[in-house]
């Protein structure tokens, strides 16, 4: 009898899924669903039935590997738990984006000796003040990498205080490095909430699919970990979904090439050296968090098929980096000419249906979008809500799939030029009817110029990766943001190979590649690449 491993990778657009013959390593099914951001676990149960079919044995499947962008996007979007972070020692002091930052004596010496008792009445009094205000606990104290007393004494005082989780800095780095272990801690404390939510709706799919194999989580430096281990140390799982990037790309027989993923909302870029994916030695930058956690060397930026197009009356086509519903994919969207334009009438913002009627009357947007869908020029008027305050709402209101945002993206200008037929394309094409009539523009020289946006901001983020590989940040990024100006222009010529992933990449990587003087392939099932790479770590980290 065959037997199978399953590969899912949830992005921010949609949960990719791969079912492998474990023995071939063929690819026996492959499905794309889109990613239910409320509840992701609803993703991965759609792919994992689509998967099985009627014509595979859930008994058949011997290893579940899952990527996930939760962790990264969690932290980029400001979500997770409420940390409060104790460090002990003399060290300078430094701040977190957690709820509290507490610096206490303690800490010990280079040798392990300790430096001066830890501050225990401090701790205690701090944390009967604290404990409404988190959801867990950090603790980090001075050279606990060689003595770690000081953390475990402070874990087992607030654990008598307060029965929240308490993440030590020792357990999580082996660095010296205060700022960074703190900030380890700190984002394992933060996320292991989410981390746990996560893996108990996909415990719960394979449940209901009668699924009973081991289970997989994909790590950020390319190895598997499992669902206990995720749970305690969540921030592991960091650029889980460049790292089944960076194994797929692997398997394109190219020893040195950049993997390139383009996806609905970012591209990603790592590399491979001699086969093998590039680790970052120095732990992943994420936000502002610079953190011991071992991972791929790769850089994550906005922008992809359903980037925001935002047309000005200067005759001016600008690519955001924020994610809205491709028209060509939006179903029940009014007539665009009625709402359609520049400015704040870029988008229409719509209602989704099953939501009880309480959620509704307590959001005062959701309570004005019941009569009709609006622009954000309408919500502004109708509303208290305006500019920033409106824009940062919609984002929540968007991310909970209470609403849905629509608007012209690169992917209906696909459709308008017959490269991609998955949507409807009348819709896309009537509104770059709308939009370059308002640039004074033709419709087809309308989606060349967001064809040209998209492929020069995907351009230029493969740039930033190559040149934070030369100078450093302050050099790199100023000279490659002004490298066309009124007096100069400066080509590039990358010098190794491009290795496109993911279903928007054959749209936009060729004329990246061409602009970038070098070459693009695209593997067998570029589409789901990042599944096809979690179910090869899956099966090589159970030796299937």
Not at 115 to 139: H, R, W
Not at 431 to 449: G, H, K, P
Request: net charge negative; glycine share 10%.
């Amino acid at each position: 009898m065959a037997k199978y491993c399953i590969g899912i990778d949830t992005g921010g657009t949609y949960t990719d899924g791969v079912l492998l013959d474990t023995e071939t390593r063929k690819i026996v099914h492959r499905v794309k669903e889109a990613t239910t951001h409320h509840d992701l676990g609803i993703g991965v149960g759609r792919t994992l039935t689509s998967l099985l079919g009627e014509d595979i044995s859930p008994g058949d499947v011997q290893r579940l590997a899952v990527s996930t962008t939760l962790a990264t996007n969690a932290i980029v979007e400001g979500r997770g738990a409420r940390v409060g972070l104790f460090v002990f020692g003399y060290v300078r002091h430094f701040k977190l984006p957690i709820i509290a930052n507490i610096f206490l004596k303690g800490g010990h010496k280079i040798t392990g000796e300790e430096d001066e008792p830890i501050d225990i009445e401090g701790l205690v009094d701090t944390i009967q003040g604290l404990k409404d205000e988190v959801d867990s606990y950090a603790v980090c104290g001075a050279m606990a990498i060689k003595n770690p007393a000081h953390e475990l004494v402070a874990e087992e005082a607030i654990s008598m205080l307060d029965p929240k989780p308490v993440f030590c800095s020792h357990k999580v780095s082996d660095h010296p490095g205060m700022r960074a272990r703190a900030a380890t801690a700190c984002l394992h404390a933060k996320l292991m909430p989410l981390m746990v939510g996560f893996l108990s709706s996909i415990q719960l799919s394979m449940l209901k699919t009668k699924i009973s194999c081991p289970v997989t989580i994909i790590c950020g430096n390319g190895k598997g970990a499992s669902l206990d281990q995720a749970v305690e140390r969540a921030a592991i799982t960091m650029a889980s979904g460049p790292a089944a990037t960076a194994r797929f790309g692997c398997t394109a027989g190219e020893p040195t090439a950049l993997i390139v993923d383009v996806g609905g909302t970012t591209t990603d870029v790592c590399m491979i050296r001699d086969g093998q994916p590039v680790l970052n030695n120095e732990g992943c930058l994420i936000g502002q968090w610079q953190t011991h956690v071992e991972a791929i060397d790769m850089y994550t930026a906005g922008g992809g098929g359903d980037s925001h197009v935002i047309c000005s009356p200067e005759n001016q086509v600008a690519l955001q980096t924020s994610r809205v519903q491709p028209l060509s994919m939006t179903t029940n969207l009014p007539d665009p000419s009625a709402w359609l334009g520049c400015g704040l009438k870029n988008a229409i913002v719509m209602p989704v249906t099953g939501l009880d009627d309480q959620t509704i009357a307590d959001d005062e947007i959701l309570t004005r979008l019941q009569q009709s869908p609006a622009t954000l020029q309408t919500l502004a008027e109708e509303t208290s809500f305006s500019g920033i305050l409106l824009e940062k709402h919609l984002e929540q209101l968007v991310y909970q799939q209470q609403v849905q945002m629509a608007g012209f993206t690169p992917t209906d200008a696909l459709h308008v030029q017959g490269k991609l037929n998955i949507g409807n394309a009348d819709q896309a094409r009537a509104a770059a009817e709308i939009l370059a009539a308002a640039l004074n523009l033709d419709v087809d020289s309308f989606c060349a110029r967001v064809i040209s946006e998209t492929e020069k901001t995907i351009e230029t983020i493969i740039l930033d990766y190559l040149g934070r590989k030369i100078w450093d940040d302050a050099q790199a990024a100023p000279f490659l943001n002004r490298r066309n100006n009124e007096l100069f222009s400066v080509d590039f010529a990358v010098k190794i190979p491009i290795i496109g992933i993911g279903a928007a990449a054959r749209s936009f990587l060729p004329g990246v590649a061409k602009n970038l003087q070098t070459t693009v392939r695209f593997p067998d099932y570029y589409e789901v690449g990042n599944a096809i790479g979690a179910a090869l770590i899956g099966m090589e980290e159970a030796h299937l």
